[in-house]
Structure formats: C-alpha cells, structure tokens
C-alpha cells in the first residue's frame, strides 16, 4: 500500500501527507532488524529431588500443625532461614511454593481442605423437599445469641480475603462478623456494613478489630475505614476501633520476616520495612483475635449459649419429625 492507492483529488493532500509520514513509501521503507536472542549467562539452579523432597515435608508439617490456611501463610513460613530448605522471600519463590502445594494436592499428599481461599466464592440457591426438610437442614444453622449479656458488640475487619478465609472459623465460633476489605473497601461496602448496624435495635457500643498489613497502604486503609465507619453510623452508636495486627511491637517480637518499602512510595515515609499480615503464622493470628473478642464477652458466655443451642435444635428436630409423620 503507498501513496497512489489515496490520489488526492479523491482524499484531498492533507490525507496523502498524513498517511505518508505515518507508513512511509513501503518500496524505500527500510526493514526492521530481527532482534538477537542469546542464551542468559545467568544459570538458574535447579532443586534436587532431595530438596524437592525436603521442601515438600517442610509444607506439610506446617499444614499437620495448624489448618486452614491460605498459600500465601504457608510461603511466608517457608521463608524462615532456619529450614532446611528455605525459600526466597520474592514472587518467586511464593510461584514455587503455590505450584509445590498444587502438586502435593494433585497427588493426594495433601487434603484439599487444608487450604482456605476466599478470594473465590459461588451463589446459590438452596431448595427443600418440604418444610420438614427444610427444618432439619436449618438447624443446624441455629446460633443463641452469644452477645445477649455482652456490655459491646463486636466486628472484625481484615484487608484481605486470604486472611478472612484464616479467621473465618474462629469469628463463626465467636458469633462475630467478618468484613473482607480487599484493599481499600469501597464506600458501598462500608455503607451497608453500618447501615446493617443501624438497623439493629441496639445502642450498646461497637468495637471493630482490624488486621491488615503494615506497610504505607496497609496503615492508611484502617483509618480510611473507621473514618468512613464513623460517618455513616447513627450518632447513638459509640464505636471502639482498634488494630489488632500487624504492629511494631509484633514485628519484634514474633520475628515477622520483613521486605523493603517500595521506593517510588512517599506515604508513610517512618516505615522502612513493610510486612504482610499473612506473614504472622495463622495460628497465632487466631489466637490474637479470639483472645481480644473473648475479653469483651462475660465469663462462661459461649459455653451457656452452646447449651441453648442444643436444647432448640433439638426441638426443632422434633419439630420436623411431627411434620414428617403428618405428610
């Protein structure tokens, strides 16, 4: 294609001059070089089957001690010098070890269940033969109200789903909502979590935990999120917020592995090594939160709804025999 294909009677010259300074006359175009490409001096080392051996037995006596997890925990405590053998605290090394856990699963060295993983969730539609199945299905559901005699009520709130998909269990155990930020939370997602508040015919004060990462964004996004809180709360509602994980003083003492601030980010310039939240081991996150939000219920609350929670769905069982007789 050159210039006599565009005549400029037809297309007029500012076209012609246009379409020649952008393609060129393709009989006096010069050719673009095909690049070299030359093998890296730079030899990656491959593992041996022993340390592919190692590795993998190092995962699952991480995942034997203490599950669910989510990948990125298990990276991070791969990451521990101590190992012997120890994994690179890069992308890189968290790719090796996400393949490792999906081979080790694919082979049925390890139980699927082991891992938790909210960033990833079906919808669906529950149906019922009839209202007796129903009944039976639903009662197990049945939760007493753990915060009936509690002088607060309680939220938490994590900056990522991998750390909600940690802590899930031990909130549904507590009774406590759990909130899923997933970075920055969108105002939408903040303003129905304080509108379900308001709706509450409660004015007893909130008190949110959060856990999130400690780096320049890490710090910013639990601010943001009691600013927001606070301003779509009714004003009868005292809130209590607090940041359970990660803080300073847990970098030290649980020797938290840390990396280097990203160097084009001027936020929060007093933080010179950052950390993840998934870097605490999930064991001792959950024993952080459980701790915190059983200090805030009274003495012997979970075992006294636990036994309501028995007496009621035994009568709900009854409940759905009669109806199964009367069908």
Known sequence: MNNSDFPEEIFGPVFSVLFSATHGDETTKPKKQKPIYRASPIKKKRRTKAEIEQLEQQIYAVLAEDHPQSVR???????????????????????????????????????????????????????????????????????????????????????????????????????????????????TFVYQAAEANNRLDDDRPLVVFYVGDYDPSGVLIDRKLEQELRQHLRPGIEVHFKRLAINPEQIVAYDLPTKPRKKNDRRELHIERTVEAEAMPARTLRFIVKCAVENLLPANALKVAKVAEESERAHLIHMAGMLSRDQ
């Open 73 to 187: 925990h298990v990276f991070y405590r791969m990451t521990d010098p101590r190992l012997p053998v120890p994994i690179e605290k890069t992308e890189r090394g968290y790719i090796q070890v996400q393949q490792r856990c999906t081979v080790m699963r694919r082979a049925e060295k390890l139980p699927y269940g082991w891992f938790s993983d909210m960033s990833r969730q079906g919808y669906f539609t529950d149906t019922y033969r009839d209202a007796s199945d129903f009944i039976m299905k639903m009662q197990g559901l049945y939760r007493a109200d753990t915060w009936r005699d509690a002088e607060c009520r309680c939220e938490v709130w994590v900056e990522s789903r991998s750390i909600a998909g940690v802590l899930l269990g031990s909130c549904q155990e507590l009774a406590v909502d759990l909130y899923p930020c997933g970075g920055f939370p969108s105002l």
